[in-house]
């Protein structure tokens, strides 16, 4: 990955007036603002209509908004199960755009994620430990403990990750206060992926089939294990991620140039790091922690915002961030769910067909402007 990535800067960071960023025309660009909602009102409405039994697109505005369905089931398919599903990928799906797009910016990277640092991989060996180990020495006082764990329990499994997420994100919030370089945070973020990953192939090793097969299965995301219940942490959880990088939107712009550019209008670069770490583990952690790890949303969502509003002003990039986010999520839900059919595609799957792309693109791109500037 290169280290020479500078995103299209804006030209006064600090200052809030729309005529100083260079993009589209504002009315042109609240056409498209007003587009995306529209996009995301008609995916969501499409999300909870599809499914193995179809439900009419006014049924599910009738039940949405406290009329009854037409049929006694749908109410209860549509409130209980469909609605925290789409509201899951919605609030995933922004949470991923968010956390890329702040990586993206700090390490001035055109490939980094939200998982740079990490959380991810905290949260599969969280997983792991709980998935893989659990009955294989029942002999042995943690086999026998964790012997009793239900391995289709998405509570106990979400559990395990928020642990292994939480544990990561301590590590890498004490490394960046002490760390002037990002690069050098971005390494460590990098080698303790690999260590983690390394743990979780030994403990993949020793397991038994029906065992990796379940780990397996996390691993391939999805948007459907998400009940009310555990709506109750992962929408606080994001929202405050979310809220941080609106109050960071000033310093993200002010990195744009590199952190000595920062310095010199006035930002005190080691907090700002430390408010996007934060604000980038809440969001991965607590996805990945519900949904499993989900791949190239958060690196290809912030390349189209980019590309649409033709701006680098977080100010614009973050709501827009959201949106598009939330879109490419529904879209990937969408297709996973193989409509008119009752097969469940892997969702990573999915999501690495609609991102790899955007990525080549992104390298592609990059390569012709070096050479251009070469010529």
């Known amino acids: 990955m290169s280290s020479h990535y ?8 600090a200052q809030s007036a729309d005529s100083d960023t260079p993009g589209l025309h504002l009315s042109v660009r609240t056409a498209v603002l007003v587009g995306l909602i529209v996009a995301l009102v008609a995916l969501f409405l499409l999300r909870l209509a599809g499914g193995s039994g179809g439900i009419p697109v006014m049924g599910i505005v009738r039940i949405l908004t406290g009329g009854e369905g037409s049929r006694a089931t749908w109410t209860r398919i549509v409130l209980d199960f469909r609605l925290p599903h789409a509201l899951t990928a919605v609030l995933a799906g922004a949470a991923l755009g968010v956390g890329g797009l702040m ?38 006082t943690t086999g026998a403990l964790l012997a009793g764990i239900s391995l289709g329990s998405n509570l106990s499994i979400a559990g395990a990750a928020i642990t292994g997420a939480a544990a990561t994100m301590l590590v890498v919030v004490l490394v960046a206060r002490y760390i002037s370089s990002s690069m050098t945070l971005l390494i460590l973020g990098l080698m303790f992926g690999y260590f983690t990953s390394a743990m979780v192939s030994l403990l993949m090793y020793f397991s038994i ?10 691993t391939f995301g999805s948007f459907n294990g998400v009940t009310w219940r555990e709506m109750h942490i992962l929408a606080p959880v994001i929202a405050g991620g979310l809220v941080l990088a609106f109050a960071l939107s000033k310093s993200l712009n002010a990195l744009l140039l590199g952190e000595a550019y920062a310095r010199s209008m006035g930002l005190h670069v080691q907090r700002a790091r430390l408010g996007i770490v934060l604000a980038t ?27 649409l509003f033709h701006t680098s002003d977080h100010r614009v990039l973050v709501p827009t961030t959201i949106l598009m986010g939330a879109i ?7 297709i996973a769910q193989a409509p008119g059919s009752q097969i469940i595609l892997p969702l990573n799957a999915v999501t690495s067909l609609i991102g790899a792309p955007v990525v ?7 390569r012709n402007l070096q050479k251009s500037f070469a010529d």
Request: charged share 5%.
């Open 209 to 218: 089939p029906e065992q990796i097969q379940a780990y397996v299965s996390w």
């Open 103 to 140: 990586m993206q910016t700090l390490f001035r990277n055109p490939l980094a994620g939200p998982f740079v640092l990490g959380i991810s991989s905290g949260a599969s060996l969280g997983v792991a430990l709980v998935v893989l180990t659990a009955g294989t020495a029942a002999s042995a």
């Open 281 to 307: 583990a809440l969001l991965a952690g607590v996805v990945t922690a519900f949904c499993g790890p989900i791949g190239f949303i958060g690196i290809a969502v912030p390349h189209l915002c980019r590309s």
């Open 328 to 334: 490419v999520a529904l879209t990937a839900a969408l």
């Open 360 to 366: 080549i693109w992104v390298i592609l791109r990059q």
């Open 6 to 13: 500078k995103p299209q800067p804006v030209k006064v960071p």
